[in-house]
């Protein structure tokens, strides 16, 4: 069945995975639920091995993803690459292969394929991560800011591994009206990602972005005709930068009390330009 994030449910086949736990994390208090993030427009929810997609059906990406992490269990298995679409959705509601076709733009796991590659169902889950409805295009260019997207995905996944500790990471663009468009699809060029942890006293939480646009103010993003049937939208090198849980709930629509009120770096009242790994810190 279709679950949208308002609490509609349509007609369609049921999911027989579980899905995004909200109850994973534990904390010396009990366990604690951190639902779903809701979002600001109607997303139809899908559920994969330890994870869970909001697809946002008329931007055709996931709004919103939710995987839970258990880094006592995480298993190495073969990558693989055999991306597809999901079945259970219209292909117009979701963005495949074509927009990825012939171009630069690169199909960027938004639930990394490593993070619910765990436990009994590791190989299903590593097959999960490869649907369309769990990427989102990004610039194929790498340099030091994107590594470092990818260094705080490492060091996201290598503290759980390393304490054996269980993560709930949310992770999806930052639609904005104004995305260059290209082949039907908006292209966003801002992503968020929030890491949600058991403290010693409760569930604690860190946020950041990545930013794709151009960093040269004179890219002119307005070419959208031309966009439609032409080349891929300008997106500039990336930059990541540690934000307060609240500045993503508002940029991206979401509601996500329990990380707003969870988050260790709620103070911070600026965005930080993370330039190295060193940088990065989940805990206070």
């Given at each position: ?9 349509s007609d369609e086949t049921a999911d027989a995975t579980t899905g995004y736990d ?135 996944l290598a503290n759980a591994e390393t304490f054996d500790r269980r993560l709930s ?116």
């Amino acid at each position: 069945m279709r679950l949208w994030s308002n609490g509609r449910v349509s007609d369609e086949t049921a999911d027989a995975t579980t899905g995004y736990d909200p109850t994973f994390l534990s904390v010396q208090a009990g366990p604690t639920e951190i639902p779903l993030p809701g979002t600001a427009q109607p997303t139809i929810r899908l559920d994969y091995t330890h994870f869970t997609v909001l697809l946002d059906p008329e931007r055709r990406l996931a709004a919103a993803t939710a995987v839970n992490i258990d880094g006592a269990r995480l298993i190495d298995v073969e990558r693989g690459d055999d991306w597809h679409l999901d079945p259970r959705v219209d292909e117009d509601e979701q963005a495949g292969a074509e927009l990825y076709a012939r171009n630069d733009l690169d199909r960027g796991h938004l639930v990394r394929r490593r993070d619910p590659v765990w436990g009994a169902d590791a190989e299903r889950a590593n097959r999960d991560t490869f649907v369309y409805t769990n990427a989102a295009p990004q610039a194929a260019q790498f340099n030091q800011s994107k590594e470092l997207w990818s260094g705080l995905e490492d060091y996201v996944l290598a503290n759980a591994e390393t304490f054996d500790r269980r993560l709930s990471v949310f992770t999806g663009p930052i639609f904005a009206p104004d995305d260059p468009p290209y082949r039907g699809v908006l292209i966003p060029r801002l992503f968020y990602k929030v890491a949600a942890w058991a403290g010693a006293t409760g569930v604690e939480a860190a946020g950041y972005i990545l930013d794709q646009r151009p960093q040269l103010d004179d890219i002119d993003l307005a070419t959208a005709t031309a966009l439609a049937v032409g080349d891929p939208p300008p997106l500039g090198p990336f930059r990541t930068f540690q934000v307060p849980v609240a500045d993503i709930a508002q940029l991206a629509g979401l509601s996500i009390d329990v990380l707003i009120d969870a988050d260790v770096h709620a103070a911070q009242t600026s965005w930080l330009l993370m330039t190295q790994r060193s940088e990065i810190l989940l805990e206070r």
